[in-house]
């Protein structure tokens, strides 16, 4: 079966994927060679009256729920043309930290509109990738024949990959980042670029898309030293150093690796619960000058990480990485035989608290699988129009399906609502608007003032921190004014009548 590509970006209401929702969807599928395939893919989803954007991501997008409404299409829609025409047998997705993020919006819009949130990355020879640390590791190992961006941060000069900068650098300017079609035109060039300059590691890279690949590199059976690029790494060392695998993860497909430029012996003291300490300690602790956090990751195989083999590692790569690799293959040796740091480690990450329990029945796709005894109902409410979901009740085995059925109703065919349903609905959205609003409205108060350049009165510390944040990352659009107002018209708009 033959493969393609198809690059694909999403912009959203904000950064949550279990919650926020896609807002705009474009992707231009090409052949292997990179030439396109038919025309783009550019798509506006239609917002539903119980969300509340983030302000801030539609000041970063521009896109208004209003335009969503006019100009977009349902989510039910949407999933059945994504399935249909797009993730379409021997397709490889392909985006930029899209397994990150974009990858993650795609399953749980999947998920809530009753159709598979996995086989579109997986069945039927397709597959997804990630350039974004394809992009790392070319820029480390074999950056020639490619313009790398600098950024000054601090009175430094940093590297910085974002798809505006390595564009501009490279001559294919994106002159409309944050849309999301401009994005996947900017992606494709970024593609075109690593292939003609770096064609062995583009395919290699490529190859690494298939998790049993990955398996070969960075196992413990026998396990190597390799590079690995990732963005958990310094972007003073290209965000890319040499790891050893040291003990299988808590979660399949992935194994923990420790960061070689660091010495086994500088740790090897620490007891189970100090190491666990490092690997739970929140934001304010690991900003702190004197917190040294413990240099493991997990590396997992499903999630095209960027490996290569320790012998890709020239001595003008060592340099550029600031690596020694004499100091590497001491500390390779002295982590081997330090059997007693390896079990602490395995310990305190296998006893690493679970993340407080998502209550909200849409925030739970990853609770469990499915059962095989409602994938054939789950497949009836995705073929069903609004007259036949209107007499439709499955008798779900998983529990969380019922209710996922109604707001999947709600949000999509309202006509199936019968009357005591419409109430329901109208209760939960209200419950749900009004508790979303005082952050909503706050934000809308902190753009004004930035807009304005002004500080709010008041701010609590937290709220302080927050603000200047947020004024020192905002992209000051020249329509703020109408977004800010077009948000404030969408939130009346929704928001429940009270009796």
């Not at 100090?274 to 690997?279: C, D």
């Not at 590497?328 to 390896?342: M, P, Q, Y």
């Not at 407080?356 to 409410?381: C, H, M, N, Q, W």
């Not at 937290?462 to 004024?471: E, G, I, S, V, Y």
Request: proline residues 6%; aromatic residues 10%; hydrophobic residues 40%.
């Amino acid at each position: 079966m033959r493969n393609t590509f198809f690059f694909y970006d999403l912009e959203t209401s904000g950064l949550n994927p279990r919650f926020d929702r896609i807002m705009q969807f474009a992707g231009q599928r090409t052949d292997m060679d990179l030439n396109p395939i038919g025309e783009p893919v550019n798509l506006l989803v239609k917002m539903t009256d119980d969300t509340l954007p983030s302000p801030e991501a539609l000041m970063v997008t521009g896109i208004t729920p209003q335009q969503t409404l006019q100009d977009g299409i349902s989510e039910a829609e949407f999933s059945r043309m994504f399935l249909n025409e797009i993730a379409t047998a021997g397709t490889i997705m392909t985006g930029y930290n899209s397994v990150r993020f974009d990858d993650e919006f795609m399953r749980h819009f999947l998920w809530r509109n009753f159709r598979d949130p996995y086989e579109w990355s997986w069945a039927e020879t397709r597959s997804r990738w990630d350039l974004l640390d394809v992009v790392r590791l070319v820029r480390a190992l074999r950056p020639d024949g490619i313009k790398w961006p600098i950024i000054e941060k601090d009175g430094k000069k940093i590297a910085t990959n974002t798809l505006e900068s390595l564009a501009r650098e490279n001559d294919f300017e994106n002159k409309n980042a944050h849309d999301a079609l401009a994005d996947v035109e900017a992606l494709i060039g970024v593609a075109k670029l690593l292939k003609k300059e770096q064609p062995k590691v583009f395919d290699y890279l490529l190859n690494l898309r298939n998790k049993k690949e990955v398996m070969k590199l960075a196992n413990l059976d026998d396990p190597q030293s390799l590079v690995y690029a990732s963005g958990r790494y310094s972007a003073e060392f290209e965000k890319t150093t040499v790891v050893l695998p040291i003990a299988p993860s808590s979660k399949p497909n992935a194994v923990l690796v420790w960061d070689l430029r660091y010495l086994p012996a500088d740790f090897e003291n620490l007891t189970k619960d100090e190491i666990l300490a490092k690997i739970t300690a929140d934001y304010e602790t690991r900003i702190a000058k004197d917190f040294a956090p413990l240099p493991v990751k997990e590396l997992c195989y499903n999630k095209c990480p960027a490996v290569a083999p320790l012998g890709t590692l020239d001595d003008t790569a060592q340099k550029r990485l600031k690596l020694d690799i004499k100091q590497i293959e001491n500390n390779f040796n002295s982590l081997r035989k330090n059997r007693g740091l390896i079990d602490k480690i395995s310990t305190a990450w296998n006893d690493k608290p679970e993340f407080t329990p998502v209550k909200d029945i849409e925030g739970r796709l990853y609770d469990s699988f499915t059962p095989d005894a409602d994938k054939a109902r789950i497949r009836a409410v995705a073929a069903a129009d609004t007259e036949t979901l209107a007499d439709f009740n499955p008798n779900f085995v998983d529990e969380r399906l019922p209710e996922l059925l109604f707001r999947y109703k709600a949000r999509n065919f309202p006509k199936s609502l019968s009357q005591d349903e419409i109430g329901t609905w109208e209760k939960w959205r209200g419950e749900k608007l009004n508790k979303e609003l005082p952050d909503f409205v706050k934000k809308l108060a902190w753009l004004d003032a930035i807009l304005h350049n002004e500080t709010p009165k008041n701010l609590s510390k937290n709220d302080q921190k927050k603000f200047f944040a947020l004024k020192n990352w905002i992209p000051i659009k020249e329509n703020a004014e109408f977004l800010l107002q077009e948000m404030q018209l969408w939130a009346e708009s929704i928001m429940p009548i009270e009796d």
